[in-house]
């Protein structure tokens, strides 16, 4: 870090910054479709390897590169209030590191396309890549591409690691992390503050396994939370029992409609 900053905030790109997940769009439209895809990631939930997996899944995409990135422009849009955030957070030292289980190319593309050049250039992006698969095939020929993993775990890029470094940073600066799915499994337990999106399979995760955390739906709901956390107007353990609180009386109000 070039400054010392009192937060950081930690972000999963996929269905999180983008209101689709790219790498589903992909798998969906051009790869094994979305009934396959759904099942996968119940597996992951029920213990099978995400690395496995994702790769499985990825593989069954035979486009050529540029081609994937094309669709991925037209038809993937950013969460409208992200920008916004972002701006504030540059102003108020808060580093926004992506933290992604997809590939680097798609999101620098994604981010190029919203957000201009200045701002895609400076997020700090920590992600799995993309490489050659075959000598003689580039990643523009048809089947030429394969996902690069950023590490060896079975997460094939295991998140907490990442945040890790950053918590003994001087001064231990406040940790916040946004996700929505399998990808932010390993991040979950990581930071003082855990934004879960509504309706995602991180939620799910996280009921399972106790992880406290706090439900959005968009930016805005996170960038007031950030706001009024930084401004002293709260706290995060303030906002982590609201977080519960919330999340069980809605449970509780669905389960009643649906009695």
């Known amino acids: 870090m070039a400054t010392e900053p009192d937060f950081i905030f930690f972000t999963d790109f996929d269905g999180t910054i983008t209101l689709q997940d790219s790498n589903d769009y992909l798998i969906d439209n051009i790869g094994i479709g979305q009934i396959a895809r759904k099942k996968a990631n119940q597996d992951v939930l029920n213990g099978k390897s995400t690395r496995d997996l994702f790769e499985w899944m990825m593989d069954s995409v035979k486009t050529p ?12 849009k950013l ?13 108020n030292n808060i ?6 289980g997809g590939v680097r190319p798609g999101i620098k593309a994604l981010l190029v396309h919203f957000l201009g050049e200045e701002y895609a250039n400076e997020i700090q ?4 890549d993309i490489e050659q698969r075959y000598a003689d095939k580039g990643l523009y020929s048809p089947g030429g591409w394969k996902v690069k993993f950023h590490d060896k775990s079975d997460f094939g890029h295991d998140k907490s690691i990442e945040i890790r470094k950053y918590s003994n940073l001087p001064g231990r600066p406040t940790l916040f992390y946004a996700g929505d799915g399998v990808s932010d499994l390993s991040a979950a ?13 991180l939620i799910t995760y996280c009921v399972k396994e106790g992880v406290p955390f706090t439900q959005f739906s968009d930016w805005a709901m996170i960038h007031d939370t950030v706001k009024d956390i930084v401004h002293n107007k709260t706290t ?11 999340f069980v009386k809605q449970k509780k109000i669905v389960e009643a409609v649906e009695c």
């Open 95 to 100: 580093p926004v590191v992506i933290l992604s």
């Open 125 to 128: 992006i920590v992600s799995n």
């Open 65 to 76: 590169y540029d081609e994937c990135l094309k669709l991925l422009c037209e038809n993937i």
């Open 79 to 91: 969460d409208p209030y992200f920008a916004q955030f972002y701006a504030w957070a540059r102003e």
């Open 236 to 246: 995060v353990e303030k906002v982590v029992v609201e977080g519960l609180t919330n």
């Open 189 to 201: 337990k990581e930071t003082d503050l855990l934004f879960a999106k509504e309706g995602g399979d």
